[in-house]
């Protein structure tokens, strides 16, 4: 395999390999040589390594790696730089992102990261992202990653570089087969349950497996009772230990005392941190050094000294008395400190050094927490959490503590840990102001999940006592907020009107801002969209003065995009949703990045770039936590729908499949969650007229199926007025045209009352033209569209335009359906535009389906994208750059030759690229200018904004 990919590398394709295992297997050993073979065959190699006690500084390892060589191939001028500003890790990523692709335009790399399950956020998702963008140069990346032990994060950052069509390279410990013959041989019989589990916390390291087995046999731990050798006991077999002390023995004294110092420091250390810990001076330990490095127990890392595999270290420190390894680790904790260190540096050792009582250590968790909580909050989380635990329930600082917890929780999306923290502590909360405001920060992030356990936090924290009054405000209006995400409008506008009532009344300058999303929301479900507006910008413009708990929680820009997205104002709502995501990304707070994604794919869908919404909706379902309805809730039905609408444009089969599973899910939505029932009817009721089955849409309550019989479609819906002549059409279809005559005249009867809302005329004239069999209704829907930023929209009315068209009027029919044609498949409506070629065949015209074959030099690029960057190369018209393929029969998917519905083995949806954005940009810039007189290639990167998602939408660069 690393052969494969090493003369893959050498012929200018790149790729990622994962060594996996457990630790003392030899992946490091591995790594080197895959390193050293890549210098062999001409590539340049780097290397960098992710430590313990250094998984709080951004980007560490990588930057090791890039940095502490003779050809570095980023400036590190330019990263001191960065590294002062406030968005450092935004900028620090961008700058490595170009400085890699310029540095592997002049040669293949290979870039080797050991032990990546220690990295720091920052790094995991540069190992993550960084491959993805550069997948179309010959960058070899070599990550190594211990097995079994990951935290959460680093769970995910491996997932993801797993799904990046990753190499897995798995060592090999003992098979379970070869286990049990060594367990036989030397315990003389076969292992009970408790006992096989005990063995296997080894992971089959053959050294490790025989020591444990004799050890466990010689000190009387197993008993062996008819053939099967029974555990008596937890304790871990002198042997095993003292195997680790026998390689010791064989050091010096001074050696040996200095490899159990430097233990407590960490996988990597400096000599003076070394040498102030034994109280030696640096020139005193240069022998004993040299001793160790002979041994190959530790090597040279740069300008420090590391163990060669963190096994090594762990076995060591594992062999200092309990009370003698706090001491080294208190004494270690402040010589890294006295060297330079600052607390967030430390964290991971602090967490483990204090204890109840040390103020001192205690002191140095909060700063670090707080320090890491700014740019970092999964990795603060722990943190934080560790100091709630050290600090007394009796302390007055306890509950503060608490509440910063679940902050640092919420910002990064661990709903389920931070529900869990607040139902352990809200028993013993003395501070009522504290647990209401920890319950009201959950609420925030269960909107995402289920509103009305929102709602329910903010219930159970208004009926505590003796709230201050901007918290019982933004109490009030969250609950609000999350009554209207139920479809409680009425129940959501009495909540909104005491909030504002309160704050109206309290005197306190601004106290109204927290009060600004929900009336939005409630003015928007009432029908008065400019009011709704007024106080969306309100909210963004005031959001500075909102004084409250986990201000970042409440995106007040949010609010504002989804308001623009009910009006149909797509680009504006884009470009808050780009800013935000920027931001989101910057500050490292997940939790926002999964709403900004949630409104990205609204947004991508409305446009008509299927592909986006599509790779935006899978990117926020991967994001969700297993809480509420099995890991499902509002986002992911969102999510759900755009990915059902993404499958019933395209022809996605599997993606139809998929889309009447989650509705079947949805409809077992408890009924507090609202309006989940209606969205799985209408989406079951999408997907069978798409697949032809009208028998279960004539039994079916139009009352499930159209939103204006309650009033309007909610804001917070994904139902929106440009539904209803697709509601109108199935429902002609399924041969009920009296509840057809009824969905238009309801429409008919809102476009009246509020003649200006965007669009709903248009939708109005569209859904009369269908129940009426009027092609004049349908040409006023099409003039009425014009401006209108959704493309399947206005081609839906093209289509019915030109259907709707008595014979005598072929031309004029033609002309539209060709008009609609040309929108389907600019947008990837595989589906659609083959509807539409049926009716043209009726007409007597044929229209072959358009294939788009990619370049073969540049096969990230599809064959339009290399039109144009030919064109604007060297200023010639593309000739035949057409191919024309026949279309299968209606209903079938056509040949995965279109770019459009070619599946990149990321994607799980139909429609989406065959790479990320981000190369198919970066591609174009590079290759213009060898075609003639395009462009150069760039020198800075556009600002677009990185998701932290596996795939992004195309066109969101400003």
Not at 9 to 38: D, P, W, Y
Not at 253 to 265: F, H, I, K, T
Not at 654 to 681: K, N, S, T
């Amino acid at each position: 395999m690393l052969s494969r990919r090493q003369e893959e590398l050498i012929r200018g394709r790149g790729g990622v390999v994962l060594i996996r295992g457990a630790a003392g297997l030899g992946k490091s050993t591995l790594l080197a040589e895959a390193e050293a073979m890549a210098r062999r065959r001409g590539a340049r190699a780097y290397h960098g390594a992710s430590a313990v006690a250094g998984q709080s500084l951004p980007l560490g390892p990588l930057l090791d790696a890039l940095m502490d060589t003779d050809d570095p191939p980023v400036d590190a001028a330019v990263l001191r730089e960065l590294s002062g500003s406030a968005d450092r890790r935004y900028w620090l990523l961008r700058e490595l992102e170009e400085s890699l692709e310029r540095a592997a335009m002049a040669g293949p790399m290979a870039i080797g990261l050991d032990d990546i399950q220690w990295a720091d956020a920052a790094t995991l998702n540069a190992i993550t992202v960084l491959p993805r963008r550069l997948v179309s140069h010959p960058i070899l990346w070599l990550f190594v990653v211990r097995s079994g032990e990951l935290a959460p994060p680093a769970q995910l950052a491996v997932a993801r570089v797993r799904e990046e069509n990753a190499d897995i390279l798995t060592l090999g410990p003992l098979s379970e087969d070869a286990v049990g013959d060594v367990i036989r041989d030397v315990l003389g019989g076969e292992p009970d349950d408790r006992l096989r589990g005990f063995i296997d916390r080894v992971g089959g390291q053959p050294l490790w497996l025989v020591d444990l087995l004799r050890g466990l046999r010689d000190e009387g731990i197993v008993t062996l009772d008819a053939g099967v050798a029974r555990l008596m006991g937890d304790a871990i077999p002198r042997r095993l230990l003292e195997s680790v002390n026998d390689q010791l023995a064989r050091l010096s004294p001074e050696v040996r005392d200095g490899l159990q110092m430097a233990s407590v420091l960490g996988r990597r250390f400096s000599l003076e941190e070394l040498a102030a810990l034994m109280d030696r001076s640096p020139a005193a330990l240069v022998d004993a050094v040299r001793e160790a490095l002979a041994s190959g127990l530790i090597i040279e890392a740069g300008d420090q000294l590391r163990f060669r595999h963190d096994l090594i270290r762990e076995a060591i420190e594992s062999g200092l008395p309990s009370p003698v390894q706090r001491s080294l680790q208190r004494r270690a904790l402040d010589v890294m400190l006295d060297y330079g260190a600052v607390s967030s540096d430390v964290a991971t050792l602090v967490m483990q050094v204090a204890r109840p009582g040390d103020e001192h250590a205690i002191d140095l968790l909060r700063r670090a927490t707080v320090e890491i909580g700014r740019v970092a909050p999964s990795v603060a989380a722990p943190l934080s959490r560790r100091l709630v635990q050290l600090t007394p329930a009796d302390d007055p600082r306890w509950s503060q503590r608490v509440v910063d917890t679940v902050d640092l929780l919420v910002h990064s999306g661990q709903a389920a840990e931070a529900q869990k923290l607040i139902a352990e502590s809200a028993p013993r909360m003395a501070d009522h102001a504290a647990e209401a405001a920890a319950r009201m920060t959950l609420g925030s992030l269960e909107l995402q999940y289920g509103p009305s356990g929102c709602a329910d936090q903010c219930a159970k924290g208004l009926r505590l006592p003796g709230l201050p009054i901007p918290l019982r405000i933004a109490l009030l209006s969250m609950r609000a907020s999350a009554l209207e995400m139920l479809g409680q409008v009425v129940a959501a506008g009495e909540c909104a009107q005491q909030a504002a009532a309160e704050a109206r009344d309290s005197g306190i300058p601004f106290a109204d801002v927290v009060t600004f999303p929900a009336r939005a929301l409630v003015a928007f479900d009432l029908g008065d969209w400019r009011a709704a507006l007024e106080l969306a910008d309100a909210g963004v413009n005031n959001a500075v003065h909102a004084d409250v708990p986990a201000r970042r929680a409440w995106m007040f820009d949010a609010w504002k995009a989804l308001i623009l997205v009910g009006l149909g104002k797509f680009d504006d709502a884009l470009t808050l949703i780009n800013a935000g995501a920027r931001s989101a990304e910057q500050e490292g707070i997940s939790a926002n990045l999964r709403v900004w994604s949630m409104l990205r794919f609204r947004t991508t869908l409305g446009l008509g770039r299927l592909a986006d919404a599509s790779a935006e909706a899978e990117a926020a379902m991967d994001l969700s936590e297993e809480i509420s309805e099995g890991g499902r809730g509002y986002i992911n039905h969102l999510a759900s729908y755009a990915l059902c609408c993404v499958a019933i444009h395209s022809g996605d089969a599997a993606g139809l499949a998929a889309a009447r599973r989650a509705a079947a899910e949805m409809e077992r939505v408890p009924a507090a969650e609202g309006r989940a029932g209606r969205l799985a009817a209408w989406m079951t009721a999408k997907v069978d007229a798409a697949q032809g089955d009208f028998s279960r849409l004539t039994r079916l309550d139009v009352a499930m199926l159209d939103p204006l019989i309650n009033g309007v479609p909610n804001v917070s819906s994904p139902r929106r007025y440009a539904d209803q002549p697709e509601l109108v059409r199935i429902l002609l279809a399924s041969g009920r045209q009296e509840d057809a005559d009824a969905v238009a005249e309801r429409l008919a009867t809102a476009a009246t009352r509020d003649p200006e809302f965007p669009f709903l005329q248009a939708a109005s004239m569209h859904a009369s033209a269908l129940v009426a069999n009027d092609y004049t209704l349908a040409d006023e829907a099409v003039a009425r569209y014009e401006g209108c930023q959704e493309p399947i929209l206005r081609a839906s009315a093209l289509e019915d335009a030109g259907r709707l068209r008595p014979e005598d009027q072929r031309d004029d029919a033609v002309a539209r359906l060709d008009a609609a044609l040309d929108l389907f498949t600019d947008v990837g409506a595989i589906r659609d535009a083959a509807r539409v070629r049926s009716l043209l065949r009726q007409r007597g015209i044929r229209r072959s389906a358009v294939i788009a074959v990619s370049s073969p030099r540049w096969p990230e690029l599809s064959a339009s994208e290399v039109a144009v960057v030919k064109l604007v190369a060297t200023g010639d018209q593309p000739r035949g750059g057409r191919a024309t393929l026949s279309v299968p029969a209606y209903g079938q998917r056509p040949p995965a030759t279109d770019l459009r519905e070619t599946r990149h083995p990321l994607a799980g949806g139909a429609g989406a690229p065959d790479s990320t954005a981000r190369s198919r940009v970066t591609a174009m810039e590079r290759i213009a200018p060898a075609l003639g007189r395009g462009p150069k290639p760039r020198s800075t990167v556009s600002p677009c904004p990185p998701t932290g998602f596996r795939k992004r939408a195309s066109a969101d660069c400003p």
